[in-house]
């Protein structure tokens, strides 16, 4: 089984976009040096006929889909699926600002230490802590201004994800400040610093270091192969995934469903929360379901049968805001299959969603064993661009586009079709704190009981 095909790259300033107007570009493995970017503003259009649907390959019960967070369909202003390659600026700009936020860092644990009198030192512990808090709201709106401005159609789609990356970095490195002034603290006679405010930042912070983002630093940073990238925008809403060897990877963040200025709430009731959220995780097997308390928000994470949830729930607005999601692609759940065949080759594509894995599959029309094919993909009546090859396996995953596409096989002489419709996602229902999940999933059944956990440890979910 292949993902698609990693290449050893040079130091390249380049990028191929699918967009939700045009062929996703050549992929390097076919032609290193076509390079295009297409992109597209709005909602989908309406649906064209829809294609054939039947049911799951499996022929025991068929699973329920697992709830994503989500930019509702009709806020949705731009979305691509981009190939991303190791890029000596990005590169060295990443490395830039990690050490600028270091040294800040270092000079505000300075600034502390070299307190002439304790109510100095309790004096500065107070500034550098409300200086911490602006950090991250500036963090917050640095953001928000790239998902707009990449709404807007004023950045592409790469200087959207270095952003995001950057934001990662930088969110890192708060978070390491954040526990040097609660050490400092902690060595400061008669100063009581409020745990929960502390807590709070963190847990702000994990938002911002997703798996995804991790990832596409390892690629900028040109420790890995070149990959691509699901993105998709709204207002204050950005949606990034990607699929690394056999894992599908997601975040998603809802700025315009965090309040961030509510009181603390019992670890209860953000538990409730995202097991109406996400009823089919709470109702599969949990391995360990762990809340981080403080503040105005609280991230829940769950390891589950299925994979791996972290759910930022935002105790005002009462609703998930933001999520990181690591899922088997064997885990996952078709929503639809199309079919397509040759005399002797048969192309099955198992479609999720949009910015979700879609499984090509070619094999022996009579026989049934797998075929390796070229494949390719052609968004709406754009140009087919390569994709790659399914394997020995026959097998190839990819990411949905945003828009109706076709995947063309060729082997054995043929050339075999099918078209496919994106479909929608199993969207998490905002409305969660009613206690009712989304139309498609089954209502969470069971009273959470919280699993004590230190706020820090939650730092550590997608340390690089």
């Known amino acids: 089984m292949r993902a698609l095909p990693a290449i050893a790259a040079a130091l390249l300033v380049c990028s191929a976009v699918v967009g939700a107007t045009g062929g996703l570009a050549e992929s390097p493995a076919s032609d290193a040096g076509a390079a295009s970017s297409l992109s597209g503003t709005g909602p989908a259009p309406a649906a064209l006929a829809p294609s054939p649907r039947v049911a799951q390959t499996d022929g025991d ?45 270092l000079a505000t644990v300075e600034r502390v230490e070299s307190s002439n009198t304790t109510d100095e030192r309790r004096e500065r512990l107070r500034e550098a802590l409300s200086d911490l808090e602006r950090r991250v709201d500036e963090l917050d709106e640095r953001q ?8 807007r159609g004023e950045i592409t789609s790469r200087e959207l994800l270095v952003t995001l990356v950057r934001v990662s970095i930088a969110a890192e490195e708060l978070n390491d400040r954040r526990g040097r002034i609660e050490a400092l603290a902690a060595d400061t006679r008669g100063f009581d610093i409020n745990r929960g405010r502390l807590a709070s930042i963190g847990n702000r912070l994990s938002a911002f270091r997703g798996p995804v983002r991790a990832h596409a630093e390892a690629v900028l ?32 963040y809802r700025g315009d469903l965090r309040n961030g200025a509510g009181d603390a709430i019992e670890l209860e009731v953000a538990l409730d929360i995202v097991a109406a959220s996400y009823p089919v995780i709470w109702n599969t097997t949990r391995e360990q379901t762990q809340v981080f308390g403080g ?44 079919q397509g065949a040759g005399e002797g080759v048969r192309l099955v594509v198992n479609q999720t969603y949009p910015g979700g894995p879609a499984q090509i599959r070619v094999v022996d029309d009579v026989t049934g064993d797998p075929i390796d094919a070229s494949v390719s993909i052609a968004i709406e009546t754009g140009d087919a661009t390569r994709l790659g090859t399914t394997g020995d396996d026959g097998v190839l995953w990819t990411l949905s586009p945003y828009r109706r596409y076709t995947i063309t096989v060729e082997a054995q002489g043929e050339s075999v079709e099918a078209v496919v419709d994106p479909g929608a996602p199993p969207r998490v229902d905002t409305r969660a704190d009613s206690g009712s999940g989304s139309g498609d999933n089954a209502t969470a059944t069971a009273t959470p009981t919280p699993t004590p956990t230190d706020d820090a440890m939650l730092a550590d979910l997608y340390q690089r």
Not at 84 to 95: E, N
Not at 299 to 320: E, K, M, W
């Open 144 to 151: 928000t201004t790239a998902v707009e401005a990449y709404g």
């Open 61 to 105: 019960a068929p699973l329920q889909q697992i709830n994503v967070l989500d930019t509702p369909p009709t806020s949705v202003e731009r979305w691509a699926v981009e190939q991303q390659y190791v890029d000596l600026g990005p590169a060295l700009g990443l490395s830039t600002n990690a050490t600028t936020d270091r040294l800040r860092t």
């Open 295 to 338: 503040g105005e928000t609280y991230p829940v994470r769950i390891a589950h049968s299925r994979g791996d949830l972290t759910a930022f729930v935002d105790s005002d607005a009462r609703a998930v805001y933001a999520e990181h999601q690591s899922r088997p692609l064997a885990s996952m759940v078709a929503d639809q299959q199309v």
């Open 221 to 252: 940073q040109g420790e890995a192969d070149p990959h691509r990238f699901y993105l998709s925008t709204g207002p204050q809403s950005v949606t990034v995934s990607t699929i690394l060897d056999d894992t599908y990877l997601r975040e998603a």
